[in-house]
């Protein structure tokens, strides 16, 4: 039987570097577009650097290929880039292209990654996939638009939308890669509110596994995704802490000062943390995965505290070559810590 040919968008970034790989090893042609440059090699993968935006390169890639889907993985973040016009234009526009190329060529299935961004308030239960989205800031409210766009063509083709929370795996950073710097060099890691919050992640590989058993579902859908039995922010950073020889201890941060700091350093651009981080980071957010659990026979493998080992593992043995990346992802270099970095000096 014939392996399929997959289309990869963001194919040179974190998890799209993870999603192609796999597939290469399961014999998938692969081939990849990215506004990155991928220096990658193998005989079954081609990269193009170029933008999603560019409806003629689409248009020239698929005339040379026979996609049997697309993995629609490449997105702009709202900390790692400062023209929000362009974030926009590539996270809505980027996925309004992928859509029409999918109908025009008669590509079977588009899978998307979407976001817990897509809210910015804490529940007091597991989220389902019928909650209402009410994202807080651009992030969010494009993949809230990329969801809309993509469910118009649901009579072209099946699409597919995994609902994410923060991917998580070695090599992984951004933001992360500041919890990372506090640990390393034994400072103290501030939670909010006492860290009794319970957000979830989901590991790379679990979120690849779910990409991989998509090719097999023939609906359209929405599915939340993520890790099982989510310890505390608190929890987290202690097992962490404990794997390791740092001496960084967990410290609490009142809520009541945290927030509308965060806040203010945001508005005056001091900060990496935007609305949505400031709003969820003494807050819980956890999905119900039932759906994908039945649907695709998915499980995840990691816990969250066992995803954060791993990345902080990678970040520790390559800081400094971390600290001298340029021109790489957002998700695979570190986050600028602007006035963070005087918290550290007090930690």
Not at 226 to 241: K, Q, R
């Amino acid at each position: 039987m014939k392996k399929k040919t997959i289309l990869i968008t963001g194919g040179a970034g974190f998890f799209g570097s993870l999603l192609k790989k796999e597939l290469l090893d399961k014999d998938y042609t692969v081939v990849s577009v990215d506004i990155e440059k991928d220096t990658f090699t193998h005989p079954h993968f081609t990269a193009y650097q170029g933008d999603i935006r560019d409806m003629e390169l689409l248009e020239k890639i698929a005339t040379q290929y026979k996609f049997d889907a697309i993995f629609h993985v490449a997105a702009m973040l709202a900390h790692a880039v400062k023209d929000k016009q362009f974030l926009w234009e590539s996270n809505v526009d980027g996925t309004r292209n992928v859509a029409e190329l999918a109908k025009k060529f008669g590509i079977e299935r588009v899978v998307f990654t979407s976001s817990n961004c897509l809210w910015g308030e804490s529940f007091d239960r597991p989220v389902l996939e019928t909650d209402e989205p009410n994202p807080v800031e651009i992030y969010g409210r494009s993949k809230l638009e990329g969801e809309n766009i993509l469910n118009e063509y649901t009579d072209d083709f099946h699409a597919i939308m995994f609902r994410c929370p923060t991917i998580i795996d070695a090599g992984r950073l951004g933001l992360l890669a500041i919890l990372f710097e506090f640990i390393d060099e034994d400072r103290k890691v501030w939670v909010v509110g006492g860290g009794k919050n319970r957000y979830q992640f989901i590991y790379a590989q679990d979120l690849v596994d779910a990409f991989v058993k998509s090719l097999s579902y023939s609906k359209s859908n929405i599915f939340n995704i993520g890790s099982d039995d989510v310890p505390t922010f608190g929890e987290a950073y202690e097992y962490v802490i404990k794997q390791t020889d740092s001496k960084a201890r967990v410290a609490n941060f009142p809520r009541w000062i945290a927030i509308p700091a965060m806040q203010v350093a945001y508005f005056l651009r001091l900060s990496p943390l935007g609305p949505y981080q400031y709003k969820m980071i003494a807050e819980s957010f956890v999905f119900d995965t039932s759906r994908i659990k039945k649907e695709l026979g998915w499980k995840p493998t990691l816990t969250n505290s066992e995803m954060l080992q791993r990345a902080y593992a990678y970040y520790h043995k390559n800081r400094k070559e971390i600290e001298n990346r340029k021109d790489v992802s957002a998700h695979n270099q570190a986050a600028k810590m602007g006035v963070i970095r005087l918290l550290k000096w007090m930690s």
